[in-house]
C-alpha cells in the first residue's frame, strides 16, 4: 500500500535511525523530496487513488516504528539512485 493511503504510516516521529538517515531534517520532508522524484522500484509506486508517486508502506510492520521503516526506505532509494547513476555514467563513455 503507499504511505498517502496507509493509516499506519502517518506516525513520523523521529527515531534514532530518521535522525541520522535525514540529517535532523524532518522526515516528512525528506519522504516528500523523494516521492517528487521518479519512481524508484522497491521504494515508490503510483497511487491511482491519489494520482501521485508515494513510498510503498508494504514492509512496516517489520520495524519498530514508521519512521525507522521510512529510514530504511530512505537509505535504500539513494542506494538504488547512486547504482543507477554510475550505470548511466558507464553507458555515456
Given at each position: 500500500m503507499p504511505r498517502c493511503c496507509d493509516a499506519a504510516a502517518a506516525d513520523l516521529s523521529p527515531c534514532y535511525?530518521?535522525?541520522?538517515?535525514?540529517d535532523g531534517q524532518p522526515l516528512v520532508e525528506a519522504l516528500d523530496?523523494?516521492?517528487?522524484?521518479?519512481?524508484?522500484p522497491c521504494v515508490t509506486g503510483w497511487c491511482g487513488r491519489c494520482r501521485r508517486?508515494?513510498?510503498f508502506?508494504?514492509?512496516?510492520g517489520q520495524f519498530p516504528s514508521a519512521s525507522a521503516y521510512?529510514?530504511?526506505?530512505?537509505?535504500?532509494?539513494r542506494r538504488v539512485e547512486g547504482?543507477?547513476?554510475?550505470?548511466?555514467?558507464?553507458?555515456c563513455r
Open positions: 535511525a530518521s535522525v541520522l538517515v535525514t523530496a523523494m516521492e517528487d522524484g521518479p519512481i524508484c508517486v508515494s513510498a508502506t508494504v514492509g512496516l521510512f529510514a530504511h526506505a530512505l537509505t535504500l532509494q547504482t543507477l547513476q554510475a550505470v548511466r555514467r558507464e553507458r
